[in-house]
């Protein structure tokens, strides 16, 4: 997403910060894609390894277990002790219904959901954490808490939307100069021929000279011009990767995911706007060429190059 390098924690990849809302796409995605016509019971197979065939088929889904069940052990899901947990027919979920249907769980207690946002330490927290640790701060309900996030995250993602348009305007001006200087020097290089095709061979070396020169100018400008698309496009990968991971969010998030990766996610926007890769532009010499005044001693001519500042041509 950032593209930036970090240090592994010393328990691994582990050790990493959850991120839920991804992983909860991930698992709904999976859950939904599967083809569910012939799909043995999850429990059952792992009962009964060795006789593969003798498993039931799946026929029901739990949204909290996250497992295909057969009829059989759907029931005890139904009345479970904690409270009836949510079974579904095994059919295609829809997507979006799961992703609301999954709760969150606390960080520090897995066996509490989410219900608060604490203002003061920019988190979500359970009741119990309310109560012991966040006493005393600042909380408003994750709800409430999100949508005050979600103008931000939209006007955030608005300003990135532009700066990708700016971005690829300036990336197509850059590509028209340096087609026009690659056209102009070809011409110029056609020119030069021609009038040292009308001299005799003393003034071959001058056209060699000349022609190097316009190479020269060439390699550099295409040079340039491959660097400051480079930039562009670099930026335009961190930018739509951040668009469309806030759109994705804004579609298909709930409340808690909202709110854990507001903070962050602004961080990151106004890091994208300040570094402005539009500000980097390609700027394309001028070439032109002077034949020579054959009744002068410089019998070919001279290129004369300037860049686009020394021009006074707006970028």
Excluded at 141 to 169: Q, T, W
Excluded at 187 to 202: C, F, M, N
Excluded at 235 to 257: C, I, N, Q
Aim: hydrophobic share 35%.
């Amino acid at each position: 997403m950032c593209r930036k390098e970090f240090q592994i924690p010393p328990e691994g990849l582990d050790g990493l910060q959850h991120h839920f809302f991804v992983q909860q796409l991930v698992d709904v995605r999976k859950a939904s894609s599967e083809e569910f016509d012939e799909v043995a019971c999850e429990v059952c197979q792992e009962e009964n390894d060795e006789d593969v065939d003798s498993v039931p088929l799946a026929t029901a889904y739990c949204v909290n277990c996250s497992q295909k069940l057969c009829e059989q052990c759907v029931r005890p899901h139904r009345r479970w002790k904690g409270g009836a947990h949510l079974v579904k027919p095994l059919v295609a979920e829809v997507e979006q219904e799961l992703i609301q249907l999954r709760a969150s769980a606390c960080d520090k207690h897995p066996d509490k959901q989410v219900e608060l946002y604490c203002c003061d330490c920019d988190e979500n927290i359970c009741l119990m954490c309310s109560a012991v640790k966040h006493r005393s701060h600042n909380s408003l309900e994750i709800p409430e808490a999100a949508d005050s996030f979600r103008p931000g995250i939209d006007a955030d993602a608005k300003k990135v939307l532009a700066s990708i348009n700016s971005a690829h305007r300036q990336m197509e001006i850059s590509r028209q100069d340096a087609a026009e200087v690659r056209v102009k020097v070809d011409d110029t290089k056609k020119l030069i021929v021609s009038t040292g095709d009308q001299l005799k061979r003393s003034v071959d070396n001058q056209i060699s000279d000349l022609m190097m020169e316009l190479e020269s100018v060439t390699s550099e400008s295409d040079k340039q011009a491959s660097s400051v698309e480079e930039t562009y496009q670099l930026a335009l990968v961190s930018m739509e990767s951040f668009h469309t991971y806030s759109r994705e969010l804004l579609d298909k998030g709930r409340p808690s995911d909202v709110t854990r990766a507001a903070c962050q996610l602004d961080d990151r926007a106004n890091e994208l706007l300040n570094d402005d890769a539009t500000a980097v532009k390609y700027r394309p010499p001028h070439v032109t060429f002077t034949p020579a005044d054959v009744t002068r001693l410089n019998l070919i001519g001279k290129v004369t190059v300037t860049s686009a500042s020394q021009q006074g041509r707006p970028m």
